[in-house]
C-alpha cells in the first residue's frame, strides 16, 4: 500500500466496468498535466484478463480510468510515467462476489475478562484499549458474571466511545463440560444454574430425553445434560452460544471432556465454536483440525477468533480476533454474519504474520484487507482509543479532534467501495 497516493476505490463488484482514480497525495507525488501515463492492470487469478491504458490528468490533477472486474479476487495495476520504463506505483483493487457486495469487513473480539472475575482491568478500560488494537465490536466475558458486560455499555455510552459492546459472559458447565460464551443474553445464565432446585429439575428432564437416544459410546446422559442445559438456556435467554477454547488443556488435561464435544459436533449444539484463542499453540493447531474434519464430513460450523485475554497489556489481546463481514455495525448484523458463516478466525504470529482460517474466499479477501484497509484502519482506531485512554485518566479531550477522526473512520470505508 502506497500512502503518497489515492486510489478510489480499493473494493469494487465483480462483473462491472468501474471508474478508479489516482491522486497524488503530495506535490512530490502529483501528476504533470502535459504528460501522459500508462496504466497496465491485471487480474492476479485469471491470467488472460489484462488491459492497457493512455491516462492524462484532469483539471484537478487526478488519474482516471474504467476497467471491468471480469474475475472475482485480486487486481493490481502498475503506473508508468513516459520518462521511464520503471513503473512510480503498484496497487492492488479487489473485486468482490455478488454474495459479499454490500458487506462490510468489522474486527472484533468476544472472549474478554476484566477485574471482576480473573482479569487485572476495568470494563471500560479493556474496551478502550480494544479501540486502540483497532477492534470494532467485543464482548466482556468474565467467568459466571454479566453485570461486567451491562457496566462496559453504560460507560462506553457515557464516554461516546464509537465501538459496538455486546453482553457476554463465559459460563462454566458442570461435569466436565467445558466453558460456553453466552453472547446478547437477556440475562445471567449463571445465576439460573446456580438455582439448585430448577436446575436440577431442567437437567433430570434432559437426562430422561438423552436415553431414549444413542450418545457417543461411553458418555453418560448424566453428563451431556449439563452442556445441553448450558446452551439451552443461553437459548432461551435469546442469546448466542459459543463453545469456548475446546482444545484448553487445564491442569493437565483437557478441560472439556472430549466425548462431550464429539456429541455437541454431531448435535451441532452450538451457535458458532471459537476456533482460535488463547490456548497453547498446539491446542489451537487441534481445534483446526477438528474444524476440518467437520468440513469433510460436509458441516461447516460457524468460527470466530478471541482473545480469551485477562490483561490489556503483554497477553493475547489484539493477537487473536475475528473478522465479521456485515451488514452494518450493529448486534443483529454481527451474530448473523456469524450464523452465516461470513467471518474468519485470525491470529498474529511475534513475526507479525498474521494467520486467517475460515472459508477460502474470505481468507483470500481478509488477506487483502490485511494489506490494505486494516493498517489505515487501526491508525485510526489507535489514535482515537488514545483520546479515550485520556478521558479515563480524568484528563481533557478535544471533542472536535475526536469527531475529526470518527469522521475519518467513516470516510476511509466510503473512500475504499464504489459508492
Request: hydrophobic fraction near 35%; charged fraction near 30%.
Amino acid at each position: 500500500m502506497e500512502f503518497s497516493y489515492e486510489i478510489n476505490p480499493k473494493i469494487v463488484p465483480q462483473g462491472r466496468e468501474i471508474e478508479v482514480s489516482i491522486r497524488g497525495v503530495f506535490r512530490e507525488s502529483r501528476f504533470d498535466p502535459e504528460k501522459t501515463y500508462t496504466i497496465r492492470l491485471f487480474s492476479k487469478v485469471d491470467k488472460s484478463e489484462e488491459a492497457e491504458f493512455q491516462v492524462k490528468p484532469n483539471d484537478e490533477g487526478i488519474l482516471t480510468f474504467s476497467p471491468e472486474f471480469k474475475t472475482a479476487g485480486e487486481y493490481q495495476f502498475d503506473l508508468f510515467s513516459p520518462d521511464s520504463s520503471r513503473s512510480i506505483l503498484s496497487e492492488h483493487i479487489f473485486a468482490l462476489r455478488k454474495d459479499l457486495w454490500g458487506l462490510k469487513p468489522f474486527k472484533g473480539d468476544m472472549h474478554i475478562h476484566t477485574f471482576y472475575s480473573d482479569g487485572r482491568q476495568s470494563p471500560i478500560y479493556m474496551a478502550v484499549r480494544g479501540k486502540r488494537l483497532g477492534l470494532d465490536f467485543i464482548a466482556i466475558t468474565d467467568h459466571d458474571k454479566y453485570e461486567p458486560s451491562l457496566e462496559a455499555i453504560r460507560e462506553a455510552e457515557r464516554i461516546g466511545l464509537d465501538m459496538l459492546l455486546i453482553p457476554g459472559e463465559e459460563v462454566s458447565a458442570r461435569e466436565s463440560c467445558g466453558h460456553y460464551l453466552s453472547i446478547n443474553a437477556s440475562g445471567w445464565v449463571a445465576k439460573c444454574r446456580d438455582d439448585l432446585e430448577s436446575y436440577d429439575r431442567e437437567v433430570n428432564a434432559i437426562i430422561g430425553k438423552l436415553k431414549e437416544r444413542e450418545l457417543v459410546e461411553g458418555l453418560s446422559p448424566q453428563r451431556y445434560a449439563h452442556a445441553i442445559w448450558v446452551v439451552n438456556k443461553i437459548r432461551e435467554l435469546g442469546g448466542f452460544a459459543v463453545i469456548a477454547h475446546p482444545y484448553w488443556v487445564a491442569s493437565r488435561r483437557f478441560h472439556l471432556d472430549r466425548l462431550v464435544y464429539e456429541q455437541l459436533l454431531r448435535d451441532r449444539l452450538y451457535d458458532a465454536i471459537e476456533l482460535l484463542g488463547d490456548v497453547n499453540f498446539e491446542d489451537n493447531l487441534l481445534s483446526v483440525a477438528r474444524y476440518q474434519d467437520e468440513l469433510s464430513r460436509g458441516v461447516s460450523p460457524p468460527i470466530i477468533g478471541n482473545s480469551d485475554t485477562h490483561r490489556a497489556e503483554n497477553h493475547t489481546y489484539g493477537r487473536y480476533w475475528s473478522v465479521v463481514f456485515a451488514e452494518e455495525l450493529s448486534i443483529e448484523s454481527v451474530l448473523e454474519a456469524i450464523s452465516e458463516r461470513r467471518s474468519v478466525a485470525c491470529q498474529r504470529y511475534s513475526n507479525g504474520q498474521v494467520e486467517v482460517i475460515g472459508p477460502f474466499h474470505l481468507v483470500e479477501y481478509t488477506y487483502f484487507l490485511e494489506r490494505e484497509l486494516f493498517p489505515i484502519h487501526d491508525r485510526i482506531c489507535e489514535l482515537e482509543g488514545m483520546l479515550f485512554m485520556r478521558m479515563l485518566e480524568g484528563k481533557e479531550v478535544s471533542q472536535d479532534e475526536l469527531n475529526g477522526l470518527k469522521a475519518e473512520l467513516r470516510g476511509m470505508y466510503d473512500r475504499f467501495w464504489v459508492s
